[in-house]
């Protein structure tokens, strides 16, 4: 069966402070993968897409980058943490065009 | 215009009672839809797919009308596990990604 596995459950990081949050995928090959973001009181907002290894689709944040090193690991990364990234950061993969989400536990991350 | 928009109540309900909750989307090329369950502080989950012809799963009841834009999720005989925040998801026209509305908030109450 297929498990997706995002890690750490909750980080506190300074202003200022690099980034890095990684989520597996296992069980498939070629998924679709995803980063949302869900702050405080707000909606999910869709940070980054990839469709397969080497390829990211950016939505709209400014001070993160993704990457897609292997085909079923997605990494979400800054080199300096705003205050405004505080917040729920959601994995999440797909099986086809037509499918829904299998999301990931989440990081609550929290900038101090 | 929101892509997906949703009544973010809180819907205080008893247990037992009935309650729907209504979405609306903007845009018509859509073709898949959702609802996704989010219990507090925790990922969302796949409640159910929601079908043209309308589609039922338990006590939980899925309507799609194409014409209005409008996605609605039923749900009978109310629980307190029901309590949670529920939330319209819909696929992006031509694209790989989904959009979710804010969400409606659920209190079953005794």
């Known amino acids: 069966s297929q498990t997706i596995h995002q890690w750490p459950a909750t980080l506190v990081q300074p202003v200022g402070s690099p980034l890095s949050l990684e989520c597996t995928v296992e069980?498939?090959?070629?998924?679709?993968l995803y980063w949302y973001r869900q702050a405080a009181g707000r909606g999910l907002q869709l940070l980054f897409y990839?469709?397969?290894?080497?390829?990211i689709s950016s939505e709209v944040p400014q001070n993160l980058s993704a990457s897609r090193p292997q085909d079923r690991q997605f990494i979400l990364s800054s080199k300096k943490l705003l205050l405004s990234d505080s917040g729920f950061y959601l994995c999440?993969?797909?099986?086809?065009?037509?499918?829904?989400?299998?999301f990931g536990s989440g990081t609550r991350l929290t900038v101090v | 215009r929101k892509e997906v928009e949703q009544d973010p109540g809180p819907f205080n309900v008893p247990e037992g009672a009935t309650v729907a909750f209504n979405c609306t989307y903007s845009?018509?090329?859509?073709?898949?839809f959702f609802w996704y369950r989010q219990d507090c502080r925790k990922e969302p989950k796949l409640l159910m797919s929601?079908?043209?012809s309308g589609n039922e799963d338990g006590r939980f009841t899925a309507q799609l009308n194409r014409a209005s834009q409008y996605i609605s999720l039923l749900i009978r005989d109310s629980k307190l596990s029901d309590s949670a925040t529920y939330l319209c998801?819909?696929?992006?026209?031509?694209?790989?990604?989904?959009?979710f509305g804010k969400g409606t908030s659920l209190l079953v109450t005794p």
């Open positions: 069980g498939t090959s070629n998924p679709n």
């Open positions: 990839s469709v397969g290894i080497g390829q």
């Open positions: 999440a993969w797909k099986v086809d065009f037509q499918s829904g989400y299998t």
């Open positions: 929601v079908y043209s």
């Open positions: 845009n018509s090329a859509s073709q898949s």
């Open positions: 998801v819909v696929n992006r026209p031509g694209g790989y990604a989904l959009n």
